[in-house]
Structure formats: C-alpha cells, structure tokens
C-alpha cells in the first residue's frame, strides 16, 4: 500500500477521491538526483474543489462529529503510522533526503502527534465567567470551519503531525499543500487517514506548484485560517494573502538558534548538542542551532573538540545512513554553495568527508565550521539551510545576550552552565520561542508549544496550546432575569 509508485502519487485527494490532473510533475531522488515517480501538479481548480468539499465536510458528518470521536480516529491514524514507521521512513529517505534513521525519527513523531491530538480532542472547553446579576456567561471553544496548512520539505511528516493533527482534533476541515519537493509521505498519510475512517473532506491534498496551488489556497476567500511553514518571503506573501481574507495566520519562518557556552558548562554534555543541532537533517531545519557562542577561557579547547567531530562526520545516500544525507534539491545546493562562497573570506575550522562512490547526481554538501567568526557577518546573520555553523567568541553575558539576540530571528535557544542564577537570568532576556537549558531540541517535543519571535514567525503549534490557534473562542451571554 505504502509503493512509492503506487498509482495515487500522481493525484489529487479532494472529497475522499483520488483524482487525476491535467499535469505531473516529477518525484526526484535527491542522493541520487533521478526520477523515481510522478506527482500531480495541482491547479487553482483543484484547490477552490478541494477547499468546497472541505466546506462541505464541515457541513456534513465530520462537523456534527463529537469531539471524542474525532480523537478516536486521530488516535487509529497513530497506531496505522506507527505499523508503518519502516515504510514510510524509507519512502521520505528516497523522496527527500535523510538518513534513515531521521526519517524514522519523523515517521515515529507523526504517530506520536496522532496520538496526543487524538487524546486532547475531547478535552478543550470553555468556561463560565462570574457576571452581572440575571445573566449566566460562558464561552464555546469552536473549530474556524476549512483550515489551509502549507507545509515545506523539511520535515514533511513532523509538521503534518503537529498541524493538520492539531486542526483536525478541534473538529476543521484541512486542505494540505505539501512542498512540491516533499509530497510522498504526506499522500501515504492521507490513504492512512482513510483508512482509519476520517469522513470524505475533512482532509484534502492538493500537491503542486507553491506559485500555483499554495498561492491559491493562501488567498482563497473559502478558508478561514492558514497555517504556514517556510522561508520568510514566502510566509510575508501568505500573510498577504490572508490579509486579502481577513483571516488568523500562524507562520513558522526558520530561525538562527544560537548556543551559548560559559565556562562552567559541562562540555562533555554539550558537545553532541552543539554539533547535532547544526548537522541533523543537513542543517535543513528551522530549529537547527547555526551559531555557537562560546566564552573565551574555554574556546581553544571546545572548538579543538568541535573540529575533531565535524572531521568524523560522514556524508552519503539516505538509504546507506550516513550522519547526513544530501540536501533536498540542486537549487537548494545551489543556495547553501552560495554562502560558503560568501564565507570565503572566514576562518574554517573543520569540515567532514564524502563517503566513497557519492552518485554523481546528488546534491552533497560538505559539513563546514567555520570561526572565529564576527557577528555582523552574513554567515552569522543569515538562515543557510545547509550543514554549517559559526562559532562566536564572548566575554560576559551581557555580551553573549547582546550576540544572541542580535538576529531578526528568534524560534530555539540553547544555554550551557552550571549556574541555575544565570539560567534564569537568560531563559527571560534571551528573545526566542524556545529556550532550552543544558539541552537543545528538548527531543521534538510533540507536548511543547513552538513557534517564533520577529522574522522566525507568530503563532504557536505542538502541545496544548496550538488548540487554541486551531480554534475560535465564543461567549455567550444569557440574561435569564
Ligand atoms: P518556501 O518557498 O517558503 O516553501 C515553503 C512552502 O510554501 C512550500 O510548500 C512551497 O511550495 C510553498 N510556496 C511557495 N511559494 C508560495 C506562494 N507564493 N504562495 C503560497 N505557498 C507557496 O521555501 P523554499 O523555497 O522551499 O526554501 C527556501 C528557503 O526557505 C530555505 O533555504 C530556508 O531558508 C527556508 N525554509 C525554511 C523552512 C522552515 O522550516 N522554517 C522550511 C523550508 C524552507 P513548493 O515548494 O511546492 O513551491
Ligand atoms: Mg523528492
């Protein structure tokens, strides 16, 4: 069921039918550059189609659904994932990318987004509110109606999970726009939907073009929220498009993360947070840790231990498993090329090795650390995407806040010491959606809320709060006398 070349890739999922388009567009291998399949490439149409049978989802069945039976199929579609941890892990290292045991990581964290949305549905109410005399006032915590979820290559099954899980758990009626680069898992998972019984409508895919099918559902005057993962420009654009609507916008726009290493740290805990944090999924990750801000008296010796496991790190095809797989696509190589040329004129201080026999057409970046490396440089400033990271040196820690907060970002945070005063001190002056102490990642944290600060994004998705984006508060007010 879960053949990557099964027929259904090539369609579009619109009202429980699997429909056929005009036009395909081709699955690419990326550790291999070939072409392994084809996809549909969705129209204007099929997202006005797709957006009407969501309507008429919300109209029908799904939006008469008790709450405790939407969890309970949230929850069936969890347990289908989790049977399918191995097939789907391999279909998304073929489709994008990474390492296997990455993809698995992500197959495993959709199941587990199934099961904590599946199990919170029938537990979001509202309240009652003490009020003037005569009258009894609460309030109704009510799906938006037809919710629009664009999501990137990144981390296909990881955002489906926390998105379309959230959206559908508060009873909405989601068309999903997959990354034209990433489509594969989240076709798998809509058959898997199905057949755990989700009605016809409630969940609808529509793969093609960001330019086609995401610009047309970001504008379409039929939906009535939008959630967005990816890069700035393009959440400005859909921002600016649901502002046409009227209507809420989560975005989630990638980040800069730093890390800061006092003196008093514990290095040995550190050091594969330090470099993981940057290299996982080949720094293709909006919470990836980019800038490593170290205080001087232990610079010679963490970057000494850095370079050491940068020169270890090997990188080759996402079936073999490597620590990195290549990047999504050449015009991404292309892109994360385009900053090591700017970095030309840094220090590099480590870089890892190709494995033996690469395929020629694949998009294979060598992991680069670079430093010292000064903060207003655009390597320092500038989501890259790809497998580098800068080390910072600093004095104080007013100057590691100063460095720290000195992007337009502000999603993930990392601190490292021993002193539980400047713990605190920093988790509050740090600017960032996430602060992590003496870890970073905190493990993917399906419980916990995320999202950004300035240019990483408004809004919050994951744990409980993202229900209450997914939702709209009503109050009632009755004067009974
Ligand atoms: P992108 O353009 O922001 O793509 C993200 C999603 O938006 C994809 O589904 C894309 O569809 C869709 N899209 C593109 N143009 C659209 C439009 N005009 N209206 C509505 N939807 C649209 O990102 P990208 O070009 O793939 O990557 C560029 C850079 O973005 C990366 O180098 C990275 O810095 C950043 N990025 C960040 C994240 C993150 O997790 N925060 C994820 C991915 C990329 P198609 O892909 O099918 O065109
Ligand atoms: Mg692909």
Redesign the pocket.
């Known amino acids: 069921m879960l053949d990557s070349l099964s027929p259904d890739t090539a369609r579009v999922l619109i009202g429980g039918a699997w429909r056929d388009t005009a036009e395909t567009l081709p699955v690419l291998n990326p550790s291999t550059g070939e072409e392994i399949g084809r996809i549909a490439r969705g129209t204007a149409q099929d997202i006005d189609d797709a957006v009407t049978a969501a309507q008429a989802a919300m109209d029908g069945d799904w939006g008469r659904m008790p709450a405790f039976e939407r969890g309970r199929i949230l929850t069936r579609i969890g347990r289908l994932v989790a049977e399918q941890v191995e097939a789907l892990a391999e279909m998304e290292a073929t489709d994008v990318g990474k390492p296997l045991k990455q993809a698995r990581a992500d197959a495993v964290a959709l199941a587990r987004y199934c099961e904590f949305y599946g199990g919170a549905a029938d537990k979001v109410h509202g309240t009652t509110i003490p009020y003037l005399d005569g009258y009894t006032v609460y309030t109704l915590r009510e799906p938006h109606g037809v919710t629009g979820h ?5 981390y296909p099954m990881q955002i489906i999970g926390r998105s379309v899980g959230a959206a559908l758990a508060m009873g909405n009626a989601c068309v999903l ?5 990433a489509c594969l898992t989240a076709l798998a998972f809509a058959r898997l939907a199905q057949e755990a019984g989700l009605p016809a409508g409630a969940l609808n895919v529509v793969p ?4 086609e099918a ?2 047309a559902l ?1 504008a379409h005057p039929g939906i009535r929220h939008i959630s967005f ?3 700035v420009a ?2 400005g ?2 921002q600016k498009a649901a502002g046409g609507n009227v209507i809420p916008v989560t975005l ?3 980040g800069k993360g730093p890390q800061l290493v006092f003196e008093d740290a514990d290095l040995d805990a550190a050091l594969p947070f330090l470099v993981n944090a940057g290299l996982q999924n080949a720094g293709q990750t ?1 919470s990836a840790s980019s800038r490593i801000l170290v205080q001087r008296p232990i610079w010679d010796e963490l970057v000494r231990r850095m370079s050491d496991a940068y020169a270890a790190k090997r990188v080759g095809p996402a079936m073999e498993d490597h620590d990195l797989g290549p990047l999504i696509s050449a015009v ?1 190589k292309r ?1 994360v090329e385009g900053f090591l040329d700017k970095g030309a004129d840094l220090p590099v201080l480590a870089r890892g090795a190709f494995v033996e026999g690469l395929p020629e057409g694949g998009n294979y970046v060598l992991p680069t650390l670079y430093g010292p490396v000064a903060q207003d440089h655009a390597l320092a400033q500038q ?1 890259i ?1 790809g497998p580098v990271q800068v080390v910072i040196p600093f004095d104080t820690e007013e100057e590691a806040v100063a460095i720290a907060n000195g992007t337009e970002f502000g999603l993930t945070s990392g601190i490292w010491t021993r002193d539980g005063a400047r713990q605190m001190r920093l988790a509050r002056a740090i600017r960032s959606g996430q602060v992590y102490i003496n870890n970073y990642g905190a493990g993917g944290g399906v419980e916990l809320p995320f999202g950004g600060i300035g240019k990483s994004g408004h809004g919050r998705e994951k744990g409980f709060e993202a229900l209450y984006g997914f939702s709209v508060l009503k109050t009632v007010a009755a004067y009974h006398g």
């Open positions: 664009i999501i990137p290559w990144n726009k997959p990354a034209e680069d093609g073009l960001g330019s995401g610009a970001s993962t990816g890069s393009t959440g654009a859909v989630e726009l990638g909006c991404q892109r989501e995407f």
